[in-house]
């Protein structure tokens, strides 16, 4: 009787001790085989590189995959004084105004649908404005912006084939062209939105505004680009066609749907050519009721949010938001109800597209579907916010037993911790994505970290779905706050380590002694140093209160990773310089006193020593006083 009733308990104990259930639920050989999934070793390497967006940051984060370890910040829209980016006059001048931005969807450039490794584009949802960082030497290169009739530049950055455009659309309306004045009570008539074409020069890639495409005042979400089919067409979902100006949390949830819209880019950028377009603050604007064939419009439940093309380019899927469901669009429907003109009616002359006609299915995968992606496998995956979830799923061709039952197309389900917003499949938005991972960016991570006060830290998630069944392998903290992502395989691109100093085209770059030095040109103080370890030469600088002080500082090291700083006390001055750059800041000198300068990038044993000082002399006084026209002052030769 006693041996009996104990046996159930012995298997019990020799199970548990078998599998080992550790913390968090996970069994101790599941947790070893995590670990060894996503452990890159001391002196080995990530097969790939994770660019996400850093949000109202302004930056973009890089980490590997799939270590998940964090790599490098790339500053976008703030300042950095780790790179001393927006302190020298170069990335100050394109930051302008603004000390922050708000970076939502980063794009790698397309050749073919293919990533080329040339450019990471990235949008600022509250600037206005995109950004270029050249894969290169990952750093920002071009900051385009604010877009002339452009507000809140949140449905973007979504990138053609081959990288002709940056499409974006707004979040938000205004009375345009900006700057005119008009009351939100008379928003349906007064204000509108837009879709812009931001045209990417094929070599260098210089951005411009292309054209603009006008829109009823509906709020555009997110969006994205065709390929193979739907080439030459793109597609944003949108909430708030109520055109609701105020308390939007229940005015503009009231529709059971909300229009998509479906816009032939390749048509607009033809019309404008075709001279179709009227001029509004220097950019052509095409009126979609006027030119028809850009624009359409096809209903979508309720409140949409993500709009993702998958890489063959035949199916178009929108998340709900708020309809526990994904609605598939069939692009050759599309195209079938735009030519036989099957629409159920038009608004402000833009035609909606029949939603029966297009429309392959509605797959019921749980509450909360934001985005979705792709493993080129016939797979979709999409981030469930209210469920705290990725579901995968079956797209379509669907069997008739499937059709008659959408669940059936529902394959699996993961729990991610918490409410995921964005989520990214390696190479998804290409026409042959990686697959492999998944990376899950969850927008509240309560209790996932250990406790460091009230503003608990982002998660990250990697899940492994090269199997039938999705596998959580690891969580890492992110910078706030991950919004999109881009997975690049890290052999796909050759950084360079070194600036070649015969490709330093800076006028005022100087390699040997002779050449540094200070100038005065009447209250123009001109100081030319090189950096090399461990001295500045020269390594002191004269001038006098009033003066304007020019200083270019250029790194003369060819070697990697040997960076100097330079680093001004009280002046609030702090540039970078990487081997082989040169970089320049300016200032208005104001106060008299000996100011040292230092260099801030840690470069060698005697990089300590690495100093000198700016003699800031009251007016008429010091070397060169009252000396009008060239001359030198101070330091140097
Ligand atoms: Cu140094």
Not at 323 to 345: C, Y
Not at 433 to 444: F, I
Request: charged content about 20%.
């Amino acid at each position: 009787m006693k041996t009996k009733s104990l046996l159930p308990l012995a298997i019990v104990i020799i199970a548990a001790s078998l599998t080992g259930c550790g913390k968090g639920g996970t069994n101790q050989s599941d947790r070893t085989a995590n670990a060894l999934a996503s452990y890159v070793a001391p002196g080995e390497k990530d097969e790939y590189y994770l660019f996400y967006s850093g949000g109202h940051s302004g930056q973009v984060y890089v980490a590997g995959l799939p270590s998940l370890r964090p790599i490098i910040t790339i500053p976008v829209f703030a300042p950095h004084p780790g790179t001393g980016y927006g302190f020298d006059d170069e990335s100050k001048k394109m930051l302008g105004d603004f000390t922050w931005g708000d970076v939502h969807h980063p794009a790698l450039s397309q050749t073919n649908s293919k990533y080329d490794g040339r450019w990471l584009f990235v949008n600022d949802n509250a600037n206005n404005r995109i950004a270029r960082i050249d894969l290169r030497d990952f750093k920002t290169h071009q900051i385009l912006g604010p877009i002339p009739n452009s507000i809140g530049n949140h449905g973007s950055s979504f990138i053609t084939e081959n990288s002709e455009y940056i499409l974006c659309a707004t979040r938000f309306s205004v009375p345009l062209p900006k700057g005119r004045v008009a009351d939100p009570n008379d928003y349906e008539k007064q204000f509108n939105g837009m879709v812009s074409g931001i045209k990417v020069d094929p070599q260098t890639g210089e951005m411009k505004v292309g054209w603009q495409i006008l829109t009823p005042p509906f709020d555009w979400d997110l969006g994205s680009t065709g390929k193979g089919p739907s080439s030459g067409w793109a597609f944003w979902t949108s909430y708030n066609t109520e055109m609701a100006h105020d308390t939007l949390e229940v005015n503009a949830s009231q529709k059971d749907r909300d229009l998509a819209a479906v816009v032939n880019w390749r048509a607009a950028e033809k019309a404008v050519a075709d001279g179709k377009a009227e001029m509004m603050d220097g950019v052509p604007i095409i009126d979609p009721a006027k030119v028809p064939g850009i624009l359409y419009f096809v209903p979508i439940g309720k409140s949409p949010h993500g709009m993702d093309v998958d890489p063959t380019g035949k199916w178009v899927v929108a998340g709900g938001k708020l309809s526990p469901t994904t609605t598939v669009l069939n692009f050759e429907k599309v195209q079938a109800a735009i030519n036989d003109k099957t629409f159920e009616g038009e608004f402000r002359g833009v035609p909606i597209l029949k939603y029966e006609a297009v429309v392959e299915g509605e797959v019921p995968v749980g509450l909360g579907p934001l985005h979705t992606q792709f493993d080129g496998k016939g797979n979709a995956y999409t981030s469930l916010f209210i469920d705290s979830a990725i579901v995968k799923w079956k797209l379509p061709p669907w069997t008739d037993a499937e059709k008659k039952d959408l669940t059936k197309a529902v394959l699996d389900k993961v729990q991610a911790h918490f409410s995921t917003g964005h989520l990214v499949v390696a190479g998804s938005d290409t026409a042959n994505p990686y697959g492999k991972w998944l990376v899950a960016m969850n927008k509240l991570s309560a209790g996932r970290h250990v406790n460091v006060g009230p503003s608990q830290p982002e998660s990250s998630q990697l899940i492994d779905i090269t199997g039938d069944k999705m596998k959580m392998v690891a969580e890492s903290y992110t910078d706030p706050e991950p919004h999109f992502a881009q997975i690049l395989k890290v052999s796909e691109i050759q950084p360079e380590e070194v600036y070649p100093k015969d490709e330093n085209k800076d006028p005022n770059a100087v390699w040997d002694k002779d050449a540094t030095g200070v100038t005065r040109n009447g209250n123009q103080v001109v100081a030319k140093l090189t950096a090399i370890r461990s001295h500045f030469t020269p390594d002191r600088i004269d001038a006098q209160v009033g003066d304007d002080l020019i200083v270019h500082v250029t790194n003369i090291e060819q070697t990697r990773d040997m960076i100097h700083g330079f680093g001004l006390v009280e002046h609030n001055i702090n540039m970078v310089m990487d081997p082989g750059e040169t970089k320049t800041f300016h200032i208005k000198l104001t106060k008299p006193g000996v100011f040292p300068f230092y260099c801030t990038n840690f470069c060698s044993a005697l990089h300590q020593e690495m100093q000198g000082y700016l003699v800031v002399w009251e007016p008429g006084k010091g070397p060169g006083a009252g000396g009008a026209g060239g001359g030198s002052t101070g330091g140097g030769k």
